[in-house]
Every structure is written in C-alpha cells, then in structure tokens.
C-alpha cells in the first residue's frame, strides 16, 4: 500500500510562490500517476495538476501559466511550484495516486492528508 505525504503549505500574500512535495512511500513502483487536487473553503473539490511516470502532465485552466507539477521518480517525490498566487487559489492541497492517468478525483483511490495553503489580498 502506498502512502501520501504532502509539504510545504502556508501562508503567503497574492503575488507570492509556495512549492508543494508529496512523498509516496511504502510498495511503491513508481508506475502510477499523481494528482493535486484542492478544496476551498464552501467548495467542491477541484482538480489542479496532474503528472504521469513518463512527465506527461495537465494543469487545469485556471492555473495554467502559474502553476506546473513535476516529479522526481528516484525520490518517489511529485512538487507543484505555484506562483503568482491568487486569494482565490486559498484552500486545502490535496495530493493524490492513480494506477492511469486522469483528470477525475474518482480515478484516484490512495489520497494523501492534505496540505493547508492561504493566500492574503
């Protein structure tokens, strides 16, 4: 079973950077594809990122250009650098393992606990 463990959240003002980690660990392979999520506050959970073994990656359209995933497959590490951060981006980060590549929430079944992430005006 693989486990999930997402960084790197906090607090920053509109216009600032953060960059997230997820570390997986346990019977890892590496073959999977990782997924960001978030839920802001009063919202449904949305997708953010996504990024296969082999680097194919989507962003989804409201953080395209801001945002962009990256894996390390040696440290069985995904990052999301995020920058140029909007109080509307405020919410919980949720990073997430699928055995395909997909955009939907309900392809992913190993969820990690999620990481806190507050941008101010």
């Known amino acids: 079973q693989v486990q999930l463990v997402e960084s790197g959240g906090g607090l920053v003002q509109a216009g600032g950077s953060l960059r997230l980690s997820c570390a997986a660990s346990g019977d890892t392979d590496g073959s999977y594809t990782l997924g960001w999520f978030r839920r802001a506050p009063g919202k449904e959970r949305e997708f953010v990122a996504a990024?296969?073994?082999?680097?194919?990656?989507s962003h989804a359209d409201s953080v395209k250009g801001r945002f962009a995933t990256s894996r390390d497959n040696a440290k069985n590490t995904v990052y999301l650098q995020m920058n140029s951060l909007k109080p509307e981006d405020t919410g919980v980060y949720y990073c997430?393992?699928?055995?395909?590549?997909?955009?939907?929430?309900?392809?992913?079944?190993?969820w990690g606990q999620g990481t806190q992430v507050t941008v101010s005006s």
């Open positions: 990024i296969a073994r082999n680097t194919y990656a």
């Open positions: 997430a393992a699928s055995s395909r590549f997909a955009v939907s929430a309900m392809m992913y079944d190993i």
